[in-house]
């Protein structure tokens, strides 16, 4: 253990200092997901209201799914991605905490954040995950403007050019 006060009052620091990053990250993450949760809750109720307002007027929207689609791209784009990188720097930073609480005190075995990410199954991360859908929908998006410039792509009754045969 440390003799010294200045070694004894370094821990203290770090341990709070440890203390605050790691709370931050929980709640970075915390944020990110509740955020998830209220553009997906606009976003379903933007298709609703349309689906709704479509039906009752008897008109063809055919770009519908647009709308809900670019709420769920504004949140990976605004709020996933830059609060996952502040998130990314918080471990970091927790990491090199921990680093230095091991060499200060050989026997504690901090190890928490500093195998974050070291997963073997690196594919299988929620980050991977959301980016693939993020990709998935960004997808569909393009398809949906592209079928305005060229309908035939879409699927007979998609876009409201239904023809019977």
């Not at 990491?95 to 075995?109: C, F, G, W």
């Amino acid at each position: 253990m440390l003799k010294d006060e200045n070694g004894e009052l370094r821990v203290k620091c770090l341990l709070a200092e440890y203390a605050d990053c790691s709370d931050g990250f929980r709640h970075t993450y915390a944020t990110i997901w509740q955020s998830g949760i209220v553009f997906a809750t606009i976003s379903g109720a933007l298709f609703g209201f349309f689906v709704s307002f479509q039906t009752q007027l008897k008109l063809s929207l055919p770009y519908l799914p647009f709308i809900p689609l670019s709420v769920i791209i504004l949140w990976w784009s605004m709020v996933f991605e830059p609060m996952n990188r502040y998130g990314d720097v918080r471990a970091k930073r927790c990491a090199e905490i921990e680093n230095e609480m091991s060499n200060l005190i050989p026997s504690l075995k901090m190890k928490h954040y500093s195998t974050y990410g070291e997963s073997k199954i690196r594919f299988l991360r929620v980050r991977v995950g959301v980016r693939i859908l993020a990709v998935i929908v960004i997808a569909l998006m393009v398809l949906l403007v592209l079928s305005f410039f060229f309908p035939s792509i879409l699927p007979v009754g998609f876009s409201g050019n239904q023809t019977s045969t």
